[in-house]
């Protein structure tokens, strides 16, 4: 049940960062601030694969470094863009 949450938190996250930097874009404004860029997912979640077949609880453990960082690179970015927004 809780595998599942993370997975789930962590698959919302990504696809928010994403969408959060489109729209800024779609609006006008740039935003590349975050802690868990798309390269920094990858790096975290290739190697915690990889190395899931020497322990399988390893794998789990990046999906939940995936699932808090890249929710709070979401946060990041839209507070980078609320910012820009009222410069503007």
Do not use: C, F, H
């Amino acid at each position: 049940m809780l595998s599942s949450l993370a997975v789930y938190a962590a698959a919302a996250g990504s696809v928010l960062v994403s969408y959060i930097r489109s729209r800024g874009q779609s609006l006008g404004w740039d935003t590349k601030v975050g802690i868990l860029t798309r390269a920094e997912r990858y790096l975290v979640l290739a190697p915690a694969l990889i190395l899931g077949a020497v322990n399988s609880n390893i794998p789990l453990v990046g999906i939940w470094i995936i699932a808090i960082l890249a929710n709070i690179t979401a946060l990041q970015r839209i507070i980078d863009v609320r910012r820009q927004a009222r410069q503007n």
